[in-house]
């Protein structure tokens, strides 16, 4: 089982959003934590994506807070970030997979997650285009001759 903290947060100047996401392994004493930060507009899967491997849980845990408290800090002239989300659940193995192919635009968050917990996620490798099954024919290139398509 896996323990995953979601905490969004908001510009108070309307434009930018920063979200980290902490997972917990039950099985394991590692953690990993993702950074995703950009503008507003990005925030349903674009936007910058950092993960981070923790050798401890605590490790981890103490590393979120610090960035969110660091993140809710008033700056004077720079404004600072409100959280609008903050919650834990706890999934699965096939659940985290869900979440993280439904929530991350970019591949290297699940690649990283599915690298540190073992997910076995083999088919979300690239594809090798050039791999032609037996026993399927496989059509010839048209050759048109030099005066084709000058009429």
Known sequence: ???????????????????????????????????????????????????????????????????????????SGKGQYVAKKDETVQVDEQGLIGMMKLHYADPKALTAADSFFDLGLAMYEPVDDDIVEEGVPVEEPVVRDGNWGTW
Do not use: C, P
């Not at 959003?17 to 004493?29: G, H, N, P, R």
């Not at 923790?54 to 981890?60: C, F, L, P, R, V």
């Open 1 to 75: 089982m896996f323990s995953v903290r979601t905490t969004y947060l908001e510009h108070d100047g309307g434009t930018k959003f920063y979200e980290t996401v902490l997972i917990l392994d039950s099985e394991q004493e590692g953690a990993m934590l993702i950074k995703r930060y950009g503008k507003i507009a990005q925030s349903s899967g674009a936007g910058q994506t950092l993960t981070e491997r923790h050798s401890t849980q605590d490790e981890a845990k103490r590393e979120n807070e610090s960035i969110l408290s660091e993140k809710q800090k008033y700056r």
